[in-house]
């Protein structure tokens, strides 16, 4: 399947560079690996927000605790280790 694309002026004489600096052999090869470090990014944050949907159920669920609790659960631990 062929696809065509407009770079700006500026990303063309990016991917040309990239090419010219001999990491990549294309400027084909230059925008397949951008669209690849896109979609790995896309798939970053859609487990990301899977993490956060899943982390905000649990709240939800089982409840939160402050960040004054536990610091005080901490010490209370401290205190009957010495």
Known sequence: MATSV???DDLERFARDCVDAGRYDTVTDVVRSA???MRDVE???????????????????D???T????FAEIDAK???ER
Not at 67 to 70: L, R, S, V
């Open 63 to 65: 409840g939160v605790f």
């Open 43 to 61: 798939r970053q944050r859609a487990e990301f927000n899977a993490m956060l949907a899943a982390a905000t159920a649990e709240a939800d669920r």
């Open 6 to 8: 407009q770079l700006t």
């Open 35 to 37: 669209l690849n470090l």
């Open 67 to 70: 960040a004054e609790e536990i």
């Open 78 to 80: 401290r205190a009957g």
